[in-house]
């Protein structure tokens, strides 16, 4: 607990056992609830989780926005960490991070992973990838956001009920701040280091990168 507030920690995992025992014992003691939700993991990260006191959920249907809205569902404190379990986010600096949002008296949190600290966390596709969503978001919704697609967020969970997310997939990463810009809730993007992962990538950069820029436009036009 930090100044009175709860706080939960949401990790949507999908075969993640090579890096997520280094993330979880690296997030602070001073969290009340660490969530891993498992999204039909074939290798031991249920156990993993388990094992070292996550409060493990299973989500049977497949996507990265079904996994969030299974942790969402589920959580009851005040205040909601996200990240991923591949070891790319730094837990250690969730602390500073809820500070930021106590302090400022700000609703949401996206950490920012650019300018990279380290160029070598992101290979070029991924990199020209982020370019171009970030480049289109802030073209449709005028927005001077500078890292659409980041997956480490700190918000209140009031915040769930002024916001309207639809997406099952990678697309809710965006969607979720968008919302929060179009409805005017107090955001700001604070930068973070961003590290190489563990394991192997799940993310199929063309394929997810095209659903996303539909989903922007999509989003664009939607009541």
Not at 91 to 106: F, G
């Amino acid at each position: 607990m930090i100044q009175g507030h709860t706080i939960a920690v949401i990790i949507p995992c999908y075969n993640e056992e090579e890096g997520l025992e280094k993330v979880l014992t690296a997030i602070p003691k001073t969290m009340d609830k660490i969530i891993v939700v498992d999204n039909n993991s074939t290798d031991t990260t249920a156990g993993i989780a388990q094992k070292l006191g996550a409060c493990v959920y299973k989500e049977l249907q497949q996507g990265y926005g079904y996994a969030y809205k299974k942790g969402f569902s589920v959580t009851d404190t005040d205040i909601i960490v996200t990240m991923d379990g591949d070891g790319t986010y730094p837990a250690h600096e969730i602390e500073r991070l809820i500070s930021i949002l106590i302090q400022e008296e700000l609703e949401f949190i996206s950490a920012c992973r650019f300018p990279l600290s380290n160029p070598k966390s992101m290979d070029p596709v991924s990199k020209f990838g982020n370019w171009i969503l970030t480049t289109v978001t802030k073209i449709l919704f005028g927005t001077g956001i500078k890292d659409s697609q980041s997956g480490m967020w700190v918000f209140y969970r009031k915040v769930l009920e002024k916001i309207r997310v639809e997406s099952n997939g990678m697309a809710l990463s965006e969607e979720i701040k968008i919302e929060c810009l179009k409805r005017g809730i107090r955001f700001r993007e604070v930068h973070i280091p961003y590290y190489e992962r563990y394991g192997k990538k799940k993310i199929k950069k063309f394929q997810d990168g095209v659903k996303n820029l539909i989903f922007l436009l999509k989003l664009k036009f939607r009541q």
